[in-house]
C-alpha cells in the first residue's frame, strides 16, 4: 500500500493557501551538521511572486540560516482532533483527523530596511483584516527602534505537500459526521485548554 494513502492528499494549491492564510504561525525547520533548528514564525504568502515572507529575532540562532539560499522545510498546522468511532453510521476505528501543509523551499535574507518597513506594515495590515482595529505607521518610532533587531527573510517555495486526513474514505455521511465533529471538537478543546491554563 502505498503512503501516505492518496485520499489523505491535497494537491490543490488554492486549498493549501486557505490552511497559510488562515493559520499563518509556520514551524520553521532548518538542518546544520545534522542539528535541526527549529523556530514558530508567522509567514505571509507574496501572491506576487508566490514567495512567503518572514521576520527573525537577530539573536535567535536559526537566523543564521536564514540566508544564503539554503534548504528548509515548513509545516503549517490547520485544525485537528481525535475522532471517536462514536460518531459513525458503520463500524470503524478510532482515528485522528488534521490538516496540514508541508513546505520545501529556500531562503534568502532581504537586507534592506525600507523593504522590512513595508513588509512589517503589510503583515500587520494582513493580521488586522477584516477590521483593521489598528495600522502600523511605517513612521511608528517603537518599530523604528526594533527594526535593528530583525532580519528580513523571503522563502522560495520548491514543494507543497496537503495532508487533509478527514476520513475521506468513509461513506459521505460519515466524512460529515467527522467534519461535524472536528469543528465541535476544535472549538470546545480550545475553551477548556485555556480555561484551565488561566486559572
Known sequence: MKYPPKHHQD????HMLEVIKTYPLATVISVEDNQPYITHLPLIYRESDGKLIGHIDIYN???????GNKELTI???GPQCYISPSIYTTTQLPTW?????????TVKAIDNKDALIESLVKMTEFM????????????NPRMEGALDYIKMFEITIDSWEGKFKLSQDKKTVDTANAKAE?????????QVFLDSVFS
Open 11 to 14: 494537491s490543490d494549491t488554492l
Open 61 to 67: 540562532p536559526q537566523t543564521k540560516l536564514m540566508q
Open 75 to 77: 509545516l503549517f498546522s
Open 97 to 105: 483527523n488534521y490538516i496540514k501543509v508541508h513546505i520545501k523551499g
Open 128 to 139: 488586522e483584516a477584516p477590521e483593521h482595529k489598528y495600522v502600523l505607521e511605517a513612521d
Open 182 to 190: 472536528l469543528i465541535r471538537a476544535s472549538q470546545e478543546s480550545i
